[in-house]
């Protein structure tokens, strides 16, 4: 009989195949025992609605002859006429429009193999030679399909009795790259098995070697014995009331490799146009690579308890990127001869609802779990801020309710929500301050008399909690204040008008003071939010100290500057003696050099020149001891 010739796209498949550089070949036993489950699925969906169709203990076989180097991949399926031969494996991409060629040019080899595979074809990556025998439930007839190159295949009858399929791999010699030999041994099989097939619903046979007690103590013999060795329901595929905490907990620590229990666990089933599974877990630490690139993001994606690829980032949002799991779809086909774009379109569908799942659950334990909610929030919430600030505040509606602050409110967390619900009547903004601890925010001279006049002010102990704000801008119309900017207004109209008048009343000293600072300062001015403390350095709306601070700690500044506001006290002791020493025409400019120095301290900044303002001081304290 003649070679039959495969067809354009397949020969190019093939080539790609049987000289395939892709490193992971261990997925052709994924595809064959898939196809083998496919066709097992067809012949039971037959015999459901035809009763003369026989099922016959649906199974697949796994079989080594370690001499021979074959490895046989057995089912009871359906199988194939000698049309089905000739249209399945002779041709791929026979299915739908998708053009095999134009998502080679597009795409690597690796993408292709890697994310959905091949099927059958894949085969080839392992062995040089392949036999398919095979006959279909309805016919007496029985085929040998063969093939040993991609130049083409023959198909003969064959005496095969039972219906179903036979794949035998002649399994390729070793080379330098690759142990070929792996696929011949069982225990390797095994772990094939359990790592990309464990989940198939009919049993997977083997002879497996297994040692056995003797009479004799302490003596065992070798047996084979023919077992299953998938373990045929995935955990996140059963009833949900059948599973115990502590099942979900133990199949998150292995298969996720972490040794603390997962904080929360989301497994959910959705029915609809795109159908699919979750088991998703919050974790309940941060794992220490978090917060780098080393992290993997991404959920583990099955389709059809197959499988398919790990770290799948097209299954969540980056925002989420915390959330562990799972996703096992029966809507996603598992190989390329479906188009490509619809795949994409049925996977962002599945994100869309996991986002939105995974939101709604951080909303339910927020409301009624709070005391989980915050422990959560310790680890991860800075990650849901850098989400509302990323990417211009693309995400910020979804994340806003989500994030937490504490506050002066009893140093506890609060979200802006509570805040709001809770702001004093004539309080138009939402103030914050930002500090490296709340101790020290506690100290800062500008905070004592907003506090003193029952305004709550939210901690801001996180460098990306300022640049959120600058995006989110607002909370249901009330703006963020920072009170270690200049533009806080909580001051009635009478002391703003006291101070607007104080300020005209000093212009003259005012002055003096910038001009001895130099350019240092961008304005000096009286204040009237200081209590007890006489300077504080703020900045204008726009880049504040803190994000200036920030930025240059990255290298990011691009020589980008806060405005630098000295504020001074005008009820304070200090300024008072100030313009008593200036009245009685005595020089200012040290003293004016020691409040900026520690103004820049109490903000928590280094200052410029610790040997000057040392001398200073000194200076100041032997005349004062005179
Ligand atoms: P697919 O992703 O469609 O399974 P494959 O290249 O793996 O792509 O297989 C092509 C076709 O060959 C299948 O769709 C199926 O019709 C047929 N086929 C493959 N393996 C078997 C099998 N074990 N039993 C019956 N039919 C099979």
């Known amino acids: 009989m003649a070679l039959k010739k495969f067809k354009t796209e397949s020969k190019r498949l093939l080539d790609l195949m049987a000289n395939s550089i892709y490193t992971n070949k261990d997925i052709f036993l994924r595809e064959l025992i898939s196809n083998a489950s496919d066709a097992l699925d067809k012949l039971h969906y037959l015999a459901l609605t035809n009763t003369d169709i026989k099922e016959d203990d649906p199974k697949i076989e796994l079989a080594v002859d370690h001499s021979g180097r074959i490895l046989t991949i057995k089912d009871n399926g359906i199988g194939m006429d000698?049309?089905?031969?000739?249209?399945?494996?002779?041709?791929?991409?026979?299915?739908?429009?998708?053009?095999?060629?134009?998502?080679?040019?597009?795409?690597?080899?690796?993408?292709?193999?890697?994310?959905?595979?091949?099927?059958?074809?894949?085969?080839?990556?392992?062995?040089?030679?392949?036999?398919?025998?095979?006959?279909?439930?309805?016919?007496?007839?029985?085929?040998?399909?063969?093939?040993?190159?991609?130049?083409?295949?023959?198909?003969?009858?064959?005496?095969?009795?039972d219906v179903g399929t036979e794949i035998i791999l002649h399994i390729k010699e070793d080379t330098k790259e690759c142990?070929?030999?792996?696929?011949?041994?069982?225990?390797?099989?095994?772990?094939?098995?359990?790592?990309?097939?464990?989940?198939?619903?009919?049993?997977?046979?083997?002879?497996?070697?297994?040692?056995?007690?003797?009479?004799?103590?302490?003596?065992?013999?070798?047996?084979?014995?023919?077992?299953?060795?998938?373990?045929?329901?995935?955990?996140?595929?059963?009833?949900?009331?059948?599973i115990k905490e502590e099942d979900y907990d133990d199949f998150y620590m292995q298969n996720f490799y972490d040794y603390n229990k997962p904080l929360k666990t989301i497994h959910y089933s959705v029915?609809?146009?795109?159908?699919?599974?979750?088991?998703?877990?919050?974790?309940?630490?941060?794992?220490?690579?978090?917060?780098?690139?080393?992290?993997?993001?991404?959920?583990?994606?099955?389709?059809?308890?197959?499988f398919i690829k790990d770290e799948a980032k097209e299954l969540v949002s980056d925002y989420f990127r915390f959330i562990r799991g799972l996703v096992d779809s029966d809507d996603l086909s598992l190989n390329i001869s479906r188009e490509l774009l619809q795949q994409d379109h049925q996977m962002s569908a599945i994100k869309k609802s996991i986002d939105k799942r995974i939101k709604s659950t951080l909303e339910k334990m927020l409301k009624d779990d709070r005391a989980n909610y915050e422990k959560f929030f310790a680890e991860f919430g800075a990650q849901l801020k850098f989400g509302a600030y990323e990417n211009y505040?693309?995400?910020?509606?979804?994340?806003v309710d989500l994030l937490l602050f504490k506050s002066s409110f009893e140093d506890q967390y609060v979200s802006l929500k509570e805040y709001v619900s809770r702001m004093k009547e004539d309080q138009k903004d939402i103030y914050y301050a930002v500090g490296e601890s709340i101790d020290k925010i506690k100290a800062m001279p500008q905070i004592e008399r907003l506090l003193d006049k029952g305004y709550e002010v939210l901690y801001f102990l996180e460098n990306?909690?300022?640049?959120?704000?600058?995006?989110?801008?607002?909370?249901?119309?009330?703006?963020?204040?920072?009170?270690?900017?200049?533009?806080?207004?909580?001051?009635?109209?009478?002391?703003?008008?006291?101070?607007?008048?104080?300020?005209?009343?000093?212009?003259?000293?005012?002055?003096?003071?910038?001009?001895?600072?130099?350019?240092?300062?961008?304005?000096?001015?009286?204040?009237?939010?200081?209590?007890?403390?006489?300077?504080?350095?703020?900045?204008?709306?726009?880049?504040?100290?803190?994000?200036?601070?920030?930025?240059?700690?990255?290298?990011?500044?691009?020589?980008?500057?806060?405005k630098r506001i000295l504020e001074i006290n005008p009820d304070h002791d200090l300024f008072k003696s100030l313009r008593k020493t200036f009245e009685e025409k005595e020089a200012i400019d040290d003293y004016a050099k020691v409040l900026y120095d520690q103004a820049l301290l109490i903000a928590g900044f280094k200052i410029d020149d610790p040997v000057e303002y040392t001398k200073l001081i000194s200076d100041l304290m032997v005349k004062a001891m005179k």
Request: hydrophobic residues 30%; glycine residues 6%.
């Open 82 to 161: 000698k049309d089905d031969l000739d249209n399945n494996l002779g041709t791929i991409a026979k299915s739908g429009s998708f053009d095999f060629k134009e998502a080679l040019n597009k795409q690597s080899d690796v993408d292709i193999i890697g994310q959905f595979g091949v099927g059958f074809y894949s085969a080839f990556m392992v062995a040089d030679k392949i036999s398919v025998k095979t006959r279909k439930y309805n016919s007496d007839k029985a085929y040998l399909w063969q093939s040993s190159s991609q130049d083409g295949y023959e198909i003969k009858d064959d005496d095969k009795e």
């Open 179 to 242: 142990n070929y030999s792996k696929y011949l041994d069982e225990d390797e099989l095994q772990l094939l098995v359990k790592k990309y097939s464990d989940y198939i619903r009919y049993p997977i046979k083997m002879d497996v070697e297994v040692s056995k007690a003797t009479e004799k103590e302490g003596e065992t013999r070798t047996e084979i014995e023919n077992r299953t060795i998938n373990s045929m329901q995935p955990l996140w595929r059963k009833n949900k009331k059948d």
């Open 271 to 306: 029915e609809g146009n795109t159908s699919y599974t979750a088991l998703l877990y919050i974790p309940s630490k941060a794992p220490y690579n978090y917060y780098t690139t080393d992290y993997k993001l991404g959920l583990k994606l099955y389709s059809k308890g197959v």
């Open 393 to 399: 505040g693309q995400n910020k509606d979804v994340l």
């Open 464 to 562: 990306v909690d300022e640049f959120m704000a600058s995006i989110l801008m607002n909370y249901e119309d009330h703006p963020f204040k920072s009170i270690n900017k200049g533009d806080v207004d909580f001051e009635s109209e009478d002391e703003k008008e006291k101070t607007k008048k104080e300020n005209e009343d000093n212009k003259d000293i005012l002055t003096t003071i910038k001009n001895a600072l130099g350019d240092k300062v961008d304005e000096v001015r009286l204040s009237s939010r200081l209590k007890s403390h006489p300077v504080c350095l703020v900045s204008d709306d726009g880049l504040s100290l803190e994000m200036e601070q920030v930025l240059s700690d990255m290298n990011q500044n691009a020589g980008i500057k806060a």
